[in-house]
C-alpha cells in the first residue's frame, strides 16, 4: 500500500535557526496538508495546498512559515526562524482527488522537531 | 469557529469488553467524520470513517454512529484486544473548501489482558 514518507524523522534545531521539513506525498494524490501535534496534545491543522498554491491555513501558520511544492514528488515546510514553542511532531498528509466527495487523508510518520 | 469535542479523555477496560468513545462538533455544515488511531510514537492511522448521508458503518469489531440532529458521532469498539490499546481520534471535516481535518482532543484506551 502506498505510503506518505517524511523525513526526517527527528530534527534538533537552535532557536532562531531555518528548518525544512519534508515530504513526498502518495503519487496520485492531489491535496496535501501539514498538522501538527505538540506532546501529549490534539493533532492540530496548519495548511492546506492544492493546484501549486495554499488553499487554507490556521492561525498558527504565520509569516514564518512556507510551503512549496519545489518539484513533482516533494512537498516541503519550512520554519523561518524557529522557537521555542515550535517543537513539535509535524505530520504531512496528502488525499486523493475529490473536491465533491471526502476523500481519507493519510498521514505520514512524522518530523519530530526539537528547538533547543 | 470549528470545534470538535471528545469524551473521555481516558478510557480503561478489560479485554473483551466494549469500548465507546463520544464526540460533538459545532459546525452543522460537516460532514465527514474519520477516526484516527495514534500509537505511541507513530502516525494517525484512519480506522474508520463516515459520511453524513449514512446513520451507522461498520467493519469487523468497530463501527461508528452518526446523530445529525444532536452533531454527535461515536465509535464503537467490540471485544477489545491489548493490541486496541492506543490513543484515539476523531475529526470532522467538510465537503466544500479542501477539506482540512479539525480533530477532537483525544481518547487514550488501555485495554487490559
Known amino acids: 500500500e502506498p505510503e506518505v514518507t517524511q523525513t526526517p524523522s527527528h530534527q534538533v534545531t537552535q532557536m532562531g535557526q531555518e528548518v525544512i521539513l519534508r515530504c513526498v506525498p502518495i503519487?496520485?494524490?492531489?491535496?496535501f496538508y501539514w498538522y501538527r501535534q505538540i506532546l501529549g496534545q490534539k493533532v492540530e491543522f496548519l495548511v492546506s495546498f492544492y493546484n501549486n498554491e495554499i488553499s487554507e491555513k490556521s492561525e498558527i501558520f504565520d509569516d514564518q512559515f512556507s510551503v512549496e511544492r519545489p518539484d513533482g514528488s516533494n512537498f516541503t515546510l519550512k520554519i523561518r526562524s524557529t522557537k521555542l514553542e515550535d517543537s513539535a511532531m509535524y505530520f504531512c498528509a496528502s488525499r486523493a482527488p475529490g473536491r465533491e466527495v471526502n476523500q481519507p487523508q493519510h498521514f505520514g510518520d512524522g518530523t519530530r522537531l526539537s528547538i533547543l | 469557529g470549528e470545534n470538535v469535542e471528545q469524551h473521555p479523555s481516558t478510557l480503561s477496560v478489560q479485554e473483551g469488553d466494549s469500548a465507546v468513545i463520544k464526540c460533538t462538533y459545532s459546525d452543522s455544515a460537516s460532514n465527514y467524520f474519520p477516526w484516527y488511531k495514534q500509537e505511541l510514537g507513530k502516525r494517525p492511522q484512519l480506522i474508520i470513517d463516515i459520511r453524513s448521508n449514512v446513520g451507522e458503518k461498520k467493519d469487523q469489531r468497530i463501527a461508528v454512529t452518526l446523530n445529525k440532529t444532536a452533531k454527535h458521532f461515536s465509535l464503537h469498539i467490540t471485544e477489545t484486544q491489548p493490541e486496541d490499546s492506543a490513543v484515539y481520534f476523531c475529526?470532522?471535516?467538510?465537503?466544500?473548501?479542501?477539506?482540512?481535518?479539525?480533530f477532537g482532543t483525544g481518547t487514550r484506551l488501555l485495554v487490559s489482558p
Open positions: 475529526a470532522a471535516s467538510w465537503r466544500t473548501g479542501f477539506q482540512k481535518l479539525v
Open positions: 503519487s496520485n494524490h492531489l491535496y
